[in-house]
């Protein structure tokens, strides 16, 4: 038991060093891209070509003065960038190892819980600084995000049921033979737009309108605050891409290609970035609930009738 308990301690720690290493050069790699779709050539001084970017950045931000406004609520100001990052790494725990690491049989639900805790760190955040600035797009955020939970939250049901089951590795099995992404594409689009608005990502970071709200509602962070903000938000579009690649493109863990699959992906929401232009407020809440919640309860009710199909033809 106590060999189980310490190889699980040291699994989990070895996952969350990965993904803050991930983190750190995903953010170089987004710094590339941008570069190339505007024609310039992003970062190449520091070391070569600029790979050691990421720790120069790293270093500067946690070595900065932190500063914090005199009226705000200073507990709560100070650990939300801390409560987000624990949260954008914990739910990484539901990654579909099958050695040594906590298996999760209902990893789906964990996700979920993870998520919606997420929203907490945000909106309290904006809160505690005191500024009208951060509080609107703290507002923003939590109305975005609770838009786009009950869509991505009905798509993960539907497959829930065509699966039958809430842990992530049933998913390998049920994509031997074909992925799920060929028989549910407008799902996949679906889900991929909602990972977008979920990690305030462009077209729909209206928490963080640099034209209206200055940065939003981490305006008032500095340092390493800001450096814990960022953090989480690229673990959380590294974890999207990696529960993308689980649900549609095929969950075999253990292959080269997933990771390569993760990669185009996380590629996929940098070029969004570069490319399209950020929603009005009112088209990304139309889009949330008069386009993504009545395609996602079709097609729930499709692969419940489905799967009562299949099970009368199996009786």
């Given amino acids: 038991m106590w ?3 310490i190889m699980n301690l040291l699994s989990s720690l070895m996952l969350i060093i990965c993904v803050l290493v991930g983190v750190a050069f995903l953010t170089l790699l987004e710094r590339k891209v941008l570069g190339y779709i505007q024609i310039r050539s992003g970062p190449n001084s520091v070391g070569f070509i600029g790979f050691l970017q990421p720790f120069a950045d790293a270093v500067k931000l946690f070595n900065s ?3 914090y406004p005199m009226l705000s609520n200073y507990i709560l100001y100070y650990f939300c960038p801390v409560g987000g990052l624990f949260l954008a790494l914990l739910v990484w725990l539901i990654f579909p190892y099958f050695t040594f690491l906590i298996s999760f049989n209902f990893g789906v639900l964990f996700f979920l819980c993870c998520t919606s805790l997420g929203v907490y ?3 309290i955040a904006g809160w505690a600084s005191n500024s009208n600035y951060a509080l609107l797009g703290g ?7 609770i838009s786009y939970e009950v869509s991505l939250a009905l798509i993960l049901i539907s497959f829930i049921f065509l699966v039958d089951s809430c842990c992530l590795n049933m998913f390998m099995y049920y994509q031997d ?6 028989v549910s594409f407008p ?5 991929f737009s909602s990972c977008l608005a979920e990690t305030n990502r462009t077209p729909f970071d209206f928490a963080e309108g640099e034209s209206e709200l200055v940065s939003g509602f981490n305006v008032e962070y500095s340092s390493g605050g800001f ?7 690229y673990a959380s579009i590294l974890f999207m891409s990696m529960l993308f690649c689980v649900i549609f493109l095929g969950c075999d863990v253990y292959s080269m290609m997933f990771f390569v699959k993760l990669v185009m992906l996380s590629c996929l929401f940098i070029w969004v970035r570069g490319t399209l232009p950020r929603f009005r407020y009112d088209k990304l809440m139309y ?3 008069s386009s993504f919640l009545p395609l996602s309860l079709n097609f729930l009710i499709f692969y419940i009738g489905l799967k009562l199909l299949l099970i009368s033809i199996n009786f």
């Fill in 3 to 5: 060999f189980e308990m």
């Fill in 65 to 67: 003065e932190q500063v």
């Fill in 121 to 123: 760190t945000v909106m």
């Fill in 139 to 145: 507002l923003r955020a939590v109305a975005q995000t």
């Fill in 177 to 182: 033979n074909i992925w799920l992404i060929m």
């Fill in 187 to 191: 799902l996949g689009l679906a889900w």
């Fill in 227 to 233: 450096a814990l903000i960022f953090m989480a938000e």
């Fill in 287 to 289: 889009l949330a609930w």
